[in-house]
């Protein structure tokens, strides 16, 4: 067997506490990624807070799978925004760190893409694909076209 791969070990030279994963060379080359005093920022859709972060946590690595935003509080989902995520909308976690896989870290930032859809199963929802992470050097800006479909389509 033969297999090739793209977006795992891709190392960021000039931003080495950025850890990237599951994110090919190419379309990371196509993202309007900003370098900035605090270090790389990426366009999201939506940010969301640690403690929405439900099946996932704990887990070994997010070199594989994803982990969820939980939604059964339908009042804090609407109030976050969460409710109008797409597939493919890019998100920031904030307070969570996913070197070695997913956990609480105060000030971490995950980058991350929207890849499944909600669940009613409790600590279920739409699932986060991780893209980038780290505890410093790696923040945000709001872009309502922060999707997979903006920059893959052209």
Known sequence: FLIRTRGQGLKL???PDVFVMNLDPGLLEKLPVRETPEGLSFPVAAVIPAYMMGAG????TLMEGDYDIMTQDREEVKRLGLDRLRFGDL????DHEASYGPHYRKGAVTIGVIVH?????SGHGPGVTALATAATG???HLDPEANLK???CQ
């Open 91 to 94: 998100v920031a976690i904030q």
């Open 13 to 15: 030279l000039d931003h």
């Open 57 to 60: 946590i704990g887990e070994q």
């Open 150 to 152: 903006t920059w893959l």
């Open 117 to 121: 859809s909600d669940s009613f199963t």
């Open 138 to 140: 790696l923040t945000y």
